[in-house]
């Protein structure tokens, strides 16, 4: 399996209540991403990296923000959780920008009550 | 950006039964990945096609890419309880950003 990590595995929490998903990589990848993933709308991407304190918008980028001041670590927060952003989150990371598959962490099942 | 469009979005075999799984580009593709997500788990990146006429296998499985690299098909043969699972395309579109399909369930019956 790529070295990939996601903290935590499940989270529940309330509305209004800030949230910081992690991804912590081991293989010193360039790229790495956050998707979400719902029922009737597969993977949506919703922020990326390109590179330590690089990043640009996805999909569905509304709500969430990101960070990322190490190769390693890519930071996702949902400044004030809402219902709407009760998902599945994955963290992919991608070695070169193209001829390179993503690879997933394991996800992060997050419930927003 | 890319559209990327799966067909069928669900999909029941017997198990034994052979099936084929579409992924249509609404533009002509750089390359395209082909992944496999368990249920609660994350993707499993299965195989990368990136020519025109490409094709591609690992074990029971088949993808193509065509020539006019738009629209790609994943093929099982003889389909088998540890095929069950979400098959995705995503496009290699030589950019940074990595839109999927929908993606195809797919559940197989002993």
């Known amino acids: 399996d790529a070295g990939i990590t996601q903290s935590p595995r499940h989270k529940v929490t309330e509305t209004g209540t800030p949230v910081t998903l992690r991804c912590h990589q081991t293989e010193n990848h360039r790229y790495m991403y956050w998707y979400r993933q719902d029922p009737g709308h597969g993977l949506r991407l919703i922020h990326y990296s390109y590179g330590v304190k690089d990043t640009d918008k996805g999909e569905v980028s509304d709500g969430y923000s990101v960070s990322r001041s190490k190769t390693e670590d890519f930071l996702l927060t949902l400044e004030s959780a809402t219902s709407s952003q009760t998902s599945v989150y994955f963290c992919?990371?991608?070695?070169?920008?193209?001829?390179?598959?993503?690879?997933f962490g394991n996800g992060t099942r997050l419930t927003v009550t | 950006s890319q559209e990327l469009e799966q067909s069928p979005q669900s999909l029941i075999v017997q198990e034994g039964k052979n099936l084929t799984i579409n992924c249509t580009s609404s533009k002509t593709l750089y390359g395209l990945y082909w992944y496999k997500q368990k249920y609660g788990e994350g993707l499993i990146f299965l195989m990368m096609?990136?020519?025109?006429?490409e094709e591609k296998s690992h074990e029971k499985i088949t993808a193509k890419l065509d020539e006019k690299k738009q629209q790609s098909s994943l093929h099982i043969t003889a389909s088998q309880p540890s095929h069950a699972g979400i098959y995705l395309c995503g496009p290699d579109e030589g950019a940074q950003k990595l839109v999927f399909g929908q993606g195809t369930r797919l559940t197989i019956n002993p």
């Open positions: 992919a990371i991608r070695d070169r920008g193209v001829n390179s598959p993503l690879h």
């Open positions: 096609l990136q020519k025109g006429g």
